[in-house]
């Protein structure tokens, strides 16, 4: 099975990185096809630990070649700043390749996305303020830059006059600020091209030959499906599509090549940013959670909202993405509880509700019916099979498994890159 989509089944931050780099020594290309230095992704290599915000896992794995698809938006100062931290730690990085078609992201974005989120409030959506988002929305009005841009100095003064045309009416008319010379912009995008030109590449092109050859190739999302601009919880979502057709449209090989669709499940559940979230704890298990799951943002440093685990969603991501597969991470947080609480369903309005409601008011109203299971107290990082687990951390796998719709071929079992209980064989 060449081509897999590996991605997150929940709000991010499930573990994706930790999956990617299990896979990284057995795939011949990892591939990020959407969002950009938003989300993060911590991989622990025995007593090292890697945070990476751009980068695809597959960095890490000798042999493997990362690869940023057309799909992505690309700070080059974020990007090159983390090749460099990489390569003081004896990372090599030299087999990158970047899409020339993936859109960059310019000071003017990073800008805008923060007056923006001051500007609105408390209707603010909670966006990590690093221009994502107005990339994307020049990208969707055709006025954004590309990283083959920065090669033509005619083309790129073009564009980037052309965006700032309007961009700093805004800026001066509404939010008081002051306009951004083109002229600036200019000379810097210009002075990343000697740096990365060894690195842009017709990615689709590459991709496409590789499966073709019936080479293994990883596609790796950012975020996770429930912060989909079409499919999650709108409008605190991301603006991009994490879940698996944007594996086709973000990197150019097409739905039939894919064999496989795996989706990171975190045990509990996490959210960053502001939005609804049913299984939300504000209590001192919620605390609790984060504080022994190390519960804070890679990118962002935000300490995430935490819950219990919500089979609605996961059945959700289940229907959405295709899923093949579960990979269960950070199983051993739940060590210590004598009962577990899992959302099985919601109630709104009086209603029992098993599916993922459509309306956005009714998700806002949504409360969690819980089972609750048995919790277990033994150490489970040293497990290696899955009857290493105790009998009711092993009924509390099953149980999600049957509630999400998709088998568990992984469990995480600690944050080392050797703590993982393989099940079933992605490949």
């Not at 991605?7 to 096809?33: C, F, H, I, M, N």
């Not at 090669?151 to 951004?180: G, H, M, P, T, W």
């Not at 599509?241 to 496989?260: L, M, Q, S």
């Amino acid at each position: 099975m060449p081509a897999l989509v590996l991605l997150g089944a929940q709000w991010g931050d499930e573990g994706k990185g930790k999956a990617t780099d299990l896979l990284g020594g057995s795939v011949d290309y990892v591939v990020r096809y959407q969002g950009g230095n938003n989300a993060g992704h911590t991989v622990v290599v025995g007593d090292q630990k890697y945070a990476l915000h751009l980068l695809p896992s597959g960095i890490l794995s000798p042999g493997c070649t990362p690869v940023i698809g057309n799909g992505v938006v690309v700070d080059p100062a974020v990007l090159l700043s983390e090749l460099s931290g990489l390569n003081e730690r004896g990372v090599d990085t030299s087999k990158l390749l970047i899409s020339g078609n993936a859109h960059l992201i310019t000071p003017y974005h990073t800008t805008i996305d923060k007056v923006t989120e001051r500007f609105l409030g408390k209707r603010k959506i909670g966006t990590t303020g690093r221009g994502i988002g107005p990339s994307y929305a020049d990208k969707i009005n055709r006025v954004g830059i590309r990283v083959q841009d920065i090669f033509d100095e005619s083309i790129l003064r073009q564009k980037v006059e052309a965006a700032l045309d309007f961009k700093n009416q805004v800026l001066a008319k509404l939010y008081n600020r002051r306009a951004i010379a083109a002229d600036q912009v200019v000379e810097e995008l210009l002075g990343y091209a000697d740096q990365l030109r060894g690195y842009v590449a017709d990615t689709t092109l590459i991709l496409n030959n590789a499966v073709d050859q019936g080479q293994v190739v990883l596609f790796e999302g950012g975020q996770g499906t429930l912060l989909d601009v079409d499919h999650g919880t709108y409008p605190f979502v991301t603006s991009s599509n994490p879940t698996a057709g944007g594996a086709c449209t973000g990197t150019g090989v097409g739905p039939t090549k894919i064999n496989r669709v795996i989706g990171i499940l975190k045990a509990y559940t996490t959210r960053v940013g502001a939005g609804p979230f049913p299984t939300e704890l504000l209590d001192e298990d919620g605390e609790k959670l984060r504080t022994i799951g190390g519960e804070r943002g890679v990118t962002t440093g935000r300490d995430r909202r935490c819950g219990w685990f919500d089979a609605v969603i996961a059945r959700y991501a289940t229907r959405v993405n295709g899923l093949t597969d579960f990979f269960l991470t950070k199983l051993d947080v739940l060590t210590g509880w004598e009962r577990i609480p899992v959302c099985v369903a919601y109630e709104i309005d009086g209603k029992r509700v098993e599916e993922l409601p459509y309306s956005q008011t009714d998700f806002h109203h949504a409360k969690p019916i819980y089972e609750t299971l048995p919790g277990w107290s033994e150490d489970i990082t040293q497990a290696k099979t899955f009857d290493d687990l105790p009998k009711n951390a092993q009924r509390y796998v099953q149980a999600l498994e049957e509630m999400s719709g998709a088998p568990i071929s992984a469990i995480g079992v600690g944050p080392g890159r050797d703590e993982t209980i393989q099940i079933n064989s992605f490949l």
